[in-house]
């Protein structure tokens, strides 16, 4: 079973703060996604990486960076959290060209 | 602009059967997703369709149409454990990006 794990399920923050998102996957995968969810708006896409090291900008990726030094490793990065990044983070993976991706349990952000 | 339209609710009854819609409007065309997810939850996959017609998977069926940008996922003998969101979902380029509508909330009552 294709297993992909988010470091916290709740997390609450202050203004400024750095914050770190980690997720992890034991599948593999070249491919790994970070991705909000907010009400009304759906998944957005913020960063995205094909390759250790190797990462593309999403729909909205200000405010945020990503770092992938090992292929099962892809961490999420507020430099300055803000409250207007209040919201539920999904991670996901998938091989290259495949059509399915694995998404993680998520994580909610609260940001104060 | 990329542009992705679905429901936001809808309601059916045990039983019967519905049928979600998304139509895309999008730069390019490389394969249409559904994804259920249950409150609280991860969404996880249902289908891909890329090429036209209707693909079957037990109980729910996904059709697409790519000329007239148009997608639906079918969900049959519809059981209270159905009650989810359906995200709909394309793939516009040759890369492994989806870009997602913003879900239909589907609820199913005795």
């Known amino acids: 079973d294709v297993k992909v794990t988010q470091s916290s399920r709740y997390l609450v923050k202050r203004t400024g703060e750095k914050v770190f998102l980690e997720c992890v996957q034991d599948?593999?995968?070249?491919?790994m996604f970070w991705y909000r969810q907010d009400p009304g708006l759906g998944l957005r896409l913020i960063y995205f990486?094909?390759?250790?090291?190797?990462?593309e900008k999403g729909d909205i990726p200000e405010g945020y960076s990503v770092s992938r030094e090992k292929k099962e490793r892809f961490s999420l990065i507020l430099e300055s959290a803000s409250t207007n990044q209040t919201s539920m983070y999904l991670c996901a993976s998938s091989f290259q060209g495949d059509y399915e991706q694995y998404f993680g349990p998520g994580t909610r952000l609260t940001v104060t | 602009g990329q542009n992705i339209d679905q429901p936001t609710e809808m309601t059916a009854t045990e039983g019967a059967i519905v049928q979600i819609n998304c139509t895309y409007q999008?730069?390019?065309?490389?394969?249409l997703f559904w994804y259920q997810q249950h409150a609280g939850e991860a969404p996880t996959f249902l289908s891909y369709n890329v090429l036209d017609g209707l693909e079957e998977k037990g109980r729910f069926s996904s059709f697409l149409s790519r000329s007239k940008g148009y997608s639906y996922l079918l969900l049959k003998e519809l059981q209270m454990k159905d009650s989810a969101s359906y995200l709909c979902?394309?793939?516009?380029?040759?890369?492994?990006?989806?870009?997602f509508g913003t879900g239909t909330r589907l609820q199913v009552f005795p």
């Open positions: 999008t730069s390019g065309f490389n394969g």
């Open positions: 599948m593999d995968h070249e491919n």
């Open positions: 979902a394309v793939r516009c380029d040759n890369t492994d990006k989806l870009i």
């Open positions: 990486s094909y390759d250790v090291k190797m990462k």
